[in-house]
């Protein structure tokens, strides 16, 4: 299940929770109209993972075994035979080419027999409906996904009843994802890549991977190449519904050097697991319900376990990104310290170019507001192409707009202009509304002297 962030804090939606049921859930922009038309991504280009197979087995095991509340799975559950996905509802226009994106990937990257149909029996059924109606049924969550039922009028009756208890899921037959038909394109393919997933794999998520959507930091959106990896170890032949983790344990070494030769070379990390503690803090100071003095001190403690923890990877960044969001407003010089931290610390962990390029905003975003258009575009650049490759279009329409408001620093206000309308095409897509491409415009217009 994925947690909820601040609704600014990544420049994107976030997942949430269901307060009490254990349901994978993502959390919520709206329509079209009078802008340059959307833009969309053309192959994906996903990074195969670097790390060792001893640790892809260790993750794969803590993925595949336990609940993002903890609570151990007795039994390892997927589908067994050819898969079939669905459509319902009324689906706006991106969501069909998404999908068929997404299963072409999960065919040729993960060798899924999986693919889409009419019938009403499909394995896995999407339901396309507003956003009002998933929040009457989970008031925090954009889209999430249930074992055991096709619509979402039937999830009130079953949502308490062992039918819909992912911890007593023996084989998985029939699973139903609702997700929002009035959210931004990015959104909805976010939940979409995100639901698909956990549908056919892990359930849980993991702060320690610092190249996955199992993660509930939320900086990738869309399948990465770990998760592929994961997948088809899902799915491999030497595993089947009702094993237990000891026998899965014993099969993964052989799967993962047939799937991923190179990673028995790769020697291991040692990676700590992450308390409970520090998700807590860094729930409480992203999350819902909290002031925002309560919030800066969840991050002060999540800081500090992390400084205690001993962390110089992903994770104590993203403690110092979330403090530095936490403290732009009322306090700019500490938030920069804060971003410039997380940074560093990004810096040292393989596998967290996306992440840097979501501190590079930041940083970019003080030199532009200093008046410093140089060092603005030098941060800048290496990233713009980063965010195209992990297909965030509202992470790459808001470096293509800083980029602008830098080069109109620089004098160079032609080229600024024909940046900042080539942004608004990514900007639709990872926006959405037109109000909402706008004040995004706004927003980042509003950081440059000049203005």
């Not at 969840?298 to 500090?304: D, S, V």
């Not at 408001?405 to 004098?411: K, S």
């Amino acid at each position: 299940m994925r947690r909820v962030i601040l609704p600014l804090f990544l420049m994107l939606g976030a997942c949430v929770p269901s307060p009490s049921s254990e349901m994978p859930s993502r959390a919520a922009t709206q329509s079209t109209a009078s802008l340059p038309a959307l833009k969309s991504f053309s192959a994906p280009r996903p990074v195969a993972p670097t790390r060792s197979n001893a640790d892809i087995g260790r993750d794969f095991l803590e993925l595949s075994f336990q609940l993002e509340s903890g609570r151990k799975l007795q039994n390892f559950s997927r589908f067994e035979g050819p898969i079939s996905i669905r459509v319902t509802g009324k689906p706006p226009s991106t969501l069909i080419p998404d999908l068929n994106r997404l299963v072409h990937r999960l065919r040729t990257e993960a060798q899924i027999d999986i693919a889409r149909v009419r019938s009403e029996t499909a394995n896995i059924t999407i339901e396309a409906v507003p956003r009002a109606q998933i929040r009457r049924h989970l008031p925090k969550a954009a889209c999430f996904v249930v074992p055991n039922i096709s619509r979402l009028s039937d999830y009130r009756a079953a949502r308490n009843k062992r039918l819909t208890n992912w911890s007593k899921l023996i084989k998985r037959e029939k699973i139903a994802i609702f997700l929002p038909n009035d959210a931004s394109p990015q959104e909805v393919r976010d939940c979409l890549h995100e639901e698909v997933a956990q549908a056919l794999g892990p359930l849980n998520d993991l702060y320690r991977l610092p190249d996955s959507v199992f993660n509930d930091d939320n900086v990738h959106t869309v399948l990465t190449g770990f998760d592929m990896l994961i997948l088809r170890t899902y799915y491999a032949p030497e595993l089947h519904s009702g094993m237990t983790r000891g026998q899965v344990a014993a099969r993964l070494p052989s799967i993962l050097s047939r799937l991923n030769p190179r990673g028995d070379s790769i020697p291991p990390r040692q990676v700590s697991s992450t308390p409970r503690a520090w998700v807590k803090a860094v729930q409480t100071a992203l999350g819902p319900g909290a002031g925002h003095s309560q919030r800066v001190v969840a991050a002060g403690e999540a800081l500090r376990i992390a400084d205690a923890m001993g962390w110089h990877d992903h994770r104590r960044a993203f403690s110092h990104f979330a403090m530095g969001r936490l403290t732009q407003a009322s306090q700019p010089d500490t938030a920069f310290e804060h971003f410039r931290l997380a940074e560093r610390f990004y810096s040292q962990t393989p596998g967290t170019e996306l992440h840097r390029a979501y501190s590079a905003s930041q940083l970019a975003a003080f030199a532009i507001g200093e008046g410093k258009g140089t060092l603005a575009l030098a941060i800048l650049s290496p990233h713009l192409a980063i965010a195209e490759r992990h297909e965030n279009a509202a992470l790459l329409s808001t470096l293509m707009l800083l980029r602008a408001e830098a080069l109109d620093l620089e004098g160079r206000v032609a080229e600024a202009q024909s940046v900042r309308l080539d942004s608004i095409g990514w900007a639709r897509y990872g926006f959405g509304a037109d109000w909402a491409v706008r004040a995004k415009l706004r927003e980042i217009s509003s950081l440059s002297p000049l203005k």
